[in-house]
């Protein structure tokens, strides 16, 4: 029989770091308390949690790359929304946020959790934030929580 590795859902002494872009705040604010919930429901504390605001989904990798690599957490969740316009900027700034995001995660070794948002509309984007589909920042949080655990039983800890 295999070995099998899964994550629990246990977030008790986690140290999270959290950036969140400032922009769309009336969506990021609601995925952040969705963060914030899913973390303190697992066993979480608020006082292991720090939470860094930035102008944009651009700004979110370079702080949450500074975050992983300064020790202090265990997992970083990227928190923002990137909501469709009249113009290409859309396309540009998602798909530099994830490649971002995802970089960070396997340059530093620490798990660098996407709760990015992408939306056509205000509209989907309000609903990402929790009132008709799941809240992606409680999601986001959720695996961050689980990537650790599965992290810790790899190595050993």
Same mark, same amino acid.
């Given at each position: 029989?295999?070995?099998?590795?899964?994550?629990?859902?246990?977030? /008790?002494?986690?140290?999270?770091?959290?950036?969140?872009?400032?922009?769309?705040?009336?969506?990021? #604010?609601?995925?952040?308390?969705?963060?914030?919930?899913?973390?303190?429901?697992?066993?979480?504390?608020?006082?292991?949690?720090?939470?860094?605001?930035?102008?944009?989904?651009?700004?979110?990798?370079?702080?949450?790359?500074?975050?992983?690599?300064?020790?202090?957490?265990?997992?970083?969740?990227?928190?923002?929304?990137?909501?469709?316009?009249?113009?290409?900027?859309?396309?540009?700034?998602?798909?530099?946020?994830? /490649?971002?995001?995802?970089?960070?995660?396997?340059?530093?070794?620490?798990?660098?959790?996407?709760?990015?948002?992408?939306?056509?509309?205000?509209?989907?984007?309000? #609903?990402?934030?929790?009132?008709?589909?799941?809240?992606?920042?409680?999601?986001?949080?959720?695996?961050?929580?689980?990537?650790?655990?599965?992290?810790?039983?790899?190595?050993?800890?």
């Amino acid at each position: 029989m295999p070995k099998t590795i899964e994550g629990q859902l246990d977030a /008790k002494g986690i140290k999270f770091g959290v950036v969140v872009s400032r922009f769309n705040h009336f969506i990021t #604010e609601r995925l952040l308390s969705g963060v914030m919930d899913a973390i303190l429901r697992n066993g979480g504390a608020d006082e292991n949690v720090t939470v860094a605001w930035v102008p944009g989904a651009f700004e979110i990798s370079l702080v949450a790359k500074t975050m992983a690599e300064s020790g202090k957490y265990d997992t970083v969740i990227a928190v923002g929304a990137v909501i469709r316009g009249g113009t290409p900027h859309f396309d540009f700034v998602a798909a530099e946020a994830a /490649k971002g995001v995802a970089q960070v995660g396997l340059q530093t070794g620490v798990p660098v959790i996407y709760g990015i948002i992408t939306t056509d509309t205000i509209e989907q984007a309000i #609903e990402r934030a929790g009132t008709k589909l799941p809240n992606r920042g409680f999601e986001a949080a959720l695996s961050a929580i689980e990537t650790v655990n599965v992290l810790k039983q790899i190595g050993g800890e």
